[in-house]
């Protein structure tokens, strides 16, 4: 007998929500959703023995800053006792939408599952370099995903590797730069871009430049790996584009990442940037029928240029869960607008933050742009312990609407940056922010809050 449930004045039927993939964006829906509809029969089919990790942790885990449990955080039994049935080490190899049903290969099921509501989180692959991937060695790495965290750190405990090259000057390999070089290791940076973290102001770049120098990290801009030379199963040399060879015990392979939309090929499913998923507001597939996506498969709007963005970010991939389950639930009343690129990420002591467009990228989209450079301060000036950071604000001198920012300092970025990520979502212009009350005392900030010092320079000029 089919369950149900009064919401509202809408009967709603329990039926079978199957999700695919237990990583940020479907454990978010699974939770949510058993928050919501007790009686649901929630499925979790994951292809890997790891469900409900979180990836932002690994490069910090890796080196032994964080324990294990900040990457794996729940474990398969922890997952069943909240009445969701998980089935780990099971792959889903088809989608039928118009049967309304999925193929599973796996130990317990082996066929076709039927499903009410389908939840697609297959999240991200990595991007592949065709020298580095074409070849079988046991001391290259990606770090995409909780397991390739717990093998590298494995491999690093079993073979204490000295001559680390690191392919990708993004967030994660400086991350995995400063955790590696933590260990003792000594590192080279390779980045086929002329600098790393390009979308960073030059002013603000230099800054991370003068920590590699200090922590002596070797890097190469504008340079690819051409060649490599294998003894046994190890990659022991690289030959890279400018010329130089390098010696090398690992390898962490770090260039970004694509969405895993592969299996949506010949589905009516709609397709954006990267071949990302198109979904609506609710998270619904664009072309499907009771198919729901978030995460890094799918892409989202742009909310200052209204233009179909990626962002493969861990908050954006919780909004998306939270959304999805709450649809599942019959409940419309919330639903997700869009991003702008929010992140951080850090290099030996320095936080980076990045929010919202660059100059250029505002100019493109036929904004009237002006730069303005701040200082945000962690307490009053002259108290011993207070930190400053730079920012690099980017707006419209129209009416001082903010565009973007970019922040570089030791502590509190990730605070400030959310305080300019806020003015910039609410579209709010130079008089909103002045109108904002901000909190002052000399133990924790400046009279002059990185937004009012804003809104005094546009208007004043000082």
Same mark, same amino acid.
């Given at each position: ?180 070089? %933590?260990?003792?290791?000594?590192? *080279?940076? #390779?980045?086929?871009?002329?600098? /790393?973290?390009? =979308? !960073?102001? $030059? &002013? ?11 922590? %002596?990290?070797?890097?190469?801009? *504008?340079? #690819?790996?051409?060649?490599?030379? /294998?003894?046994? =199963? !190890?990659? $022991? &040399? ?225």
């Amino acid at each position: 007998m089919t369950a149900t449930r009064k919401i509202g004045e809408e009967v709603m039927k329990m039926g079978t929500t199957v999700i695919i993939g237990g990583g940020t964006m479907g454990m978010r829906t699974a939770v949510t959703l058993r928050s919501l509809l007790k009686d649901e029969r929630i499925v979790i089919i994951e292809k890997t023995p790891i469900a409900s990790w979180a990836g932002c942790p690994i490069p910090y885990y890796i080196s032994g800053r964080l324990p294990e449990s900040s990457v794996i955080l729940d474990s398969p039994d922890d997952i069943r006792k909240r009445g969701i049935e998980l089935y780990e080490n099971h792959e889903v190899v088809d989608i039928d939408p118009d049967g309304m049903r999925v193929k599973v290969k796996g130990g317990k099921i082996d066929g076709w599952m039927d499903y009410d509501n389908l939840v697609l989180g297959l999240g991200a692959i990595p991007r592949r370099i065709p020298i580095l991937d074409e070849i079988e060695a046991e001391n290259i790495f990606h770090i995409t995903h909780a397991l390739h965290g717990l093998k590298l750190r494995k491999f690093i405990d079993e073979e204490k590797p000295n001559k680390v090259l690191i392919v990708g000057g993004g967030y994660v390999g400086l991350e995995m730069v400063e955790n590696l070089s %933590e260990l003792g290791m000594k590192i *080279s940076l #390779v980045e086929k871009m002329e600098d /790393i973290l390009p =979308r !960073l102001p $030059k &002013r603000l770049r230099k800054k991370v430049y003068d920590k590699l120098k200090e922590r %002596e990290v070797e890097y190469h801009l *504008s340079t #690819v790996v051409e060649d490599v030379e /294998i003894v046994g =199963r !190890l990659v $022991k &040399r690289v030959k890279l584009s400018n010329s130089r060879t390098l010696d090398v015990d690992l390898i962490v392979v770090s260039v970004g990442v694509l969405p895993n939309t592969k299996m949506l090929k010949n589905t009516k499913a709609e397709f954006g940037p990267l071949d990302s998923l198109k979904t609506n507001e609710y998270m619904e597939v664009m072309g499907l029928e009771k198919v729901y996506a978030g995460g890094d498969m799918v892409c989202v709007k742009n909310l200052i240029t209204g233009k179909e963005a990626y962002y493969p970010l861990g908050d954006v991939a919780n909004k998306h869960g939270i959304v999805t389950a709450r649809r599942i639930a019959g409940k419309s009343d919330l639903v997700f607008k869009g991003a702008i690129g929010t992140s951080l990420t850090g290099i030996f002591g320095l936080q980076i933050g990045f929010t919202g467009l660059t100059k250029e990228e505002a100019e493109k989209e036929g904004f009237s742009v002006e730069t303005m450079n701040l200082k945000a301060f962690t307490g009053h000036p002259k108290m011993g312990e207070t930190t400053s950071s730079d920012l690099e604000v980017i707006y419209d001198f129209r009416d001082g609407r903010i565009l973007g920012a970019f922040m570089v300092g030791e502590k509190c970025v990730a605070q400030f940056i959310d305080l300019i990520s806020t003015f910039i979502t609410m579209r709010m212009k130079a008089q909103e922010i002045f109108d904002v009350d901000y909190a002052y005392a000399p133990i924790g900030s400046t009279v002059w809050n990185p937004g009012l010092l804003f809104a005094r320079k546009f208007y004043s000029g000082k």
